[in-house]
């Protein structure tokens, strides 16, 4: 027995535009339910890598993200160039915070104190610049000046002894000093001399601490204080001395 004709449906009969305006609709359907798969399975991989993010450390993170590009093709060294860039800005926004280092280094502190030096080469000319800020971000004081140091770490001892100096002066007794010169921190922190250009600001630092005086030296990245070394370095062109206090403090 035969099986019955299927039923063909009568084709829809289309104006002298109608099919050209029949066509872009569909592709205008088709192209928007391409873009939410893509929209969703990029939602669904960014949800993937939040979860993988949290559960692994960052140092596993990252290794498995240059593993994954290792092709090393431009789009993706862009890729990953941002993400590194992104992740220095975080950590350099971190450090230069004073209640980042504050909270980091445990109690309670008066003030941090940027102490940078500097020695220019062709005038031979030193310089020094300190910044006092509170945990909260105020700054208290700052100053820069020409000194007669032989060196760059010279010049920083000095900063440092006269930042605390004039902390000391205006009753602040806890001190945090951030500097990016490791000598300095290590002489300051264990009263060791490494040699005898640390003899005098050692001698000056006991002689605080005998007054009830508390301080600590924390190494960072030269990046922090550029802008003391900035300042430093211009007290070496204009010799003199230039500060600056909080007016609730005079």
Not at 45 to 66: D, P
Not at 108 to 117: A, M, Q
Not at 161 to 175: H, M, N, P, Q, S
Request: aromatic share 8%.
């Amino acid at each position: 027995m035969a099986a019955p004709p299927c039923a063909v449906k009568p084709a829809k009969k289309l104006g002298p535009d109608g099919g050209e305006e029949q066509i872009h609709k569909i592709r205008e359907k088709n192209r928007t339910t391409l873009h939410r798969k893509l929209q969703a399975t990029s939602n669904t991989r960014h949800s993937q890598e939040v979860m993988q993010l949290g559960a692994v450390s960052i140092q596993h993170w990252l290794s498995n993200l240059l593993l994954r590009y290792k092709k090393l093709e431009q789009d993706m060294m862009d890729y990953l160039q941002a993400v590194f860039t992104f992740l220095w800005t975080i950590w350099t926004h971190k450090l230069s915070s004073p209640f980042f280092v504050s909270q980091s280094m445990g109690g309670h502190w008066d003030l941090i104190i940027k102490i940078s030096g500097t020695k220019a080469r062709r005038s031979g000319r030193s310089g020094l610049a300190y910044e006092a800020i509170t945990p909260q971000g105020l700054t208290i004081f700052k100053g820069g000046a020409s000194c007669a140091a032989a060196t760059a770490i010279e010049a920083t001892q000095e900063a440092l002894v006269e930042a605390a100096l004039i902390a000391k002066t205006f009753g602040f007794v806890r001190i945090l000093f951030l500097s990016s010169r490791k000598g300095i921190v290590k002489a300051c922190n264990l009263k060791c001399l490494n040699g005898r250009k640390d003899s005098t600001m050692v001698a000056n630092i006991v002689a605080l601490q005998q007054q009830n005086f508390v301080c600590k030296a924390v190494f960072v990245p030269r990046v922090i204080r550029s802008p003391l070394y900035r300042l430093a370095s211009l007290a070496t062109k204009n010799p003199g001395h230039h500060s600056w206090v909080h007016p609730t403090l005079l």
